[in-house]
């Protein structure tokens, strides 16, 4: 009933950039926020940037100032800007939307996309 499908992902030398795309569809008008989680093994995962209709964001302490989240409503696509990359930014990076009546606990994920940061 959603679908979030994320891409740009890939295998990046510390100090590049990244852009993340993540594209909604299906039964998404219920949808108000959208952002970016990312987690590696062992460990739970985390918010990165979050994106509310409207234009208002929030970014985790570790990655403000280096990476941008952005929203194209039109397009039902939230992008992730990252910037200066560091070996510690590698993880699953996954795509969240919600609220949707439509997905678990009302919160909707995409399959994820991996990033690697490693020379």
Do not use: H
Not at 1 to 26: I, K, M, Y
Not at 41 to 63: H, L, Q, W
Request: proline share 4%.
């Amino acid at each position: 009933q959603v679908q979030l499908v994320e891409s740009g992902g890939g295998l990046v030398q510390p100090g590049g950039s990244l852009r993340l795309s993540c594209v909604a569809s299906g039964r998404i008008l219920s949808i108000n926020t959208m952002g970016w989680y990312r987690q590696v093994p062992g460990k739970p995962r985390e918010m990165v940037a979050v994106s509310i209709r409207g234009g208002m964001t929030n970014y985790a302490d570790d990655v403000r100032g280096r990476f941008t989240i952005s929203r194209d409503n039109a397009k039902n696509t939230v992008y992730l800007e990252m910037n200066s990359l560091k070996p510690e930014d590698t993880a699953v990076y996954y795509c969240n939307a919600a609220p949707s009546r439509y997905c678990v606990t009302n919160v909707c994920w995409g399959q994820g996309t991996q990033v690697t940061v490693s020379s």
